[in-house]
């Protein structure tokens, strides 16, 4: 079992991940992104309890900036900087009601050469952007190569317009000298065929 000193959490939503996590991690330091203010807000109050964990309101991608972000009103775990598909609508009837806001976006390099007080290995990376991930990982090149493991949802059926592909992500960290070794988890559509999963990515 690795060593993980450092959790990088993109697309934290309420802390379910650094939830539970902070558990099986118990001397690693969290850093949790999370644009939308409401979860936002109650990942900050769990944070106030732990020593460990710093809570960051900004979404990540390939450039710094402001974006547009599509709160789902009726389920935001599933908000996106990008649009649902009419498929994930008809999946997932409550990614529909949606409202626009602005937020702040930065970028994995631009965030990690600020940090002042460094980044301890092994570092994991968490990814659950929506459908966004090759945009954070092209963010990131620099900060990749010092990532020992990566956690990412990926997106099989097309729930999201433009979304990342799972080639695609595998290609790139891949290059980055992590390999893919498998699933933690998978959701399954009524046909059987896999709508998203947790795919776990190693550097050997």
Do not use: M
Not at 83 to 101: C, I, M, N, V, Y
């Amino acid at each position: 079992s690795r060593q993980i000193r450092t959790v990088i959490d993109v697309g934290a939503n309420q802390g379910q991940f650094a939830r539970k996590f902070a558990n099986v991690f118990p001397q690693a330091t969290f850093h949790c992104f999370e644009p939308l203010p409401e979860p936002c807000a109650q990942l900050r109050a769990w944070a106030k309890t732990r020593e460990r964990v710093h809570v960051y309101q900004k979404a990540l991608g390939d450039a710094p900036g402001n974006a547009k972000f599509l709160h789902h009103i009726d389920h935001s775990p599933s908000s996106s900087l990008l649009s649902a598909t009419q498929e994930g609508k008809d999946l997932f009837p409550q990614t529909t009601r949606q409202r626009e806001l602005e937020v702040e976006v930065s970028t994995l390099d631009e965030f990690f050469l600020t940090l002042s007080q460094g980044v301890v290995p092994e570092v994991l990376l968490k990814l659950d952007v929506q459908g966004y991930e090759d945009r954070v990982l092209r963010g990131g090149q620099a900060f990749l190569k010092r990532v020992d493991v990566v956690i990412a949802e990926l997106c099989v059926a097309p729930l999201y317009e433009h979304q990342a592909k799972f080639i695609d992500i595998c290609q790139e960290l891949n290059s980055a000298g992590l390999s893919y070794v498998g699933n933690l988890d998978q959701v399954f559509g009524s046909d059987g065929a896999v709508l998203f999963l947790d795919a776990v990515f190693v550097r050997s």
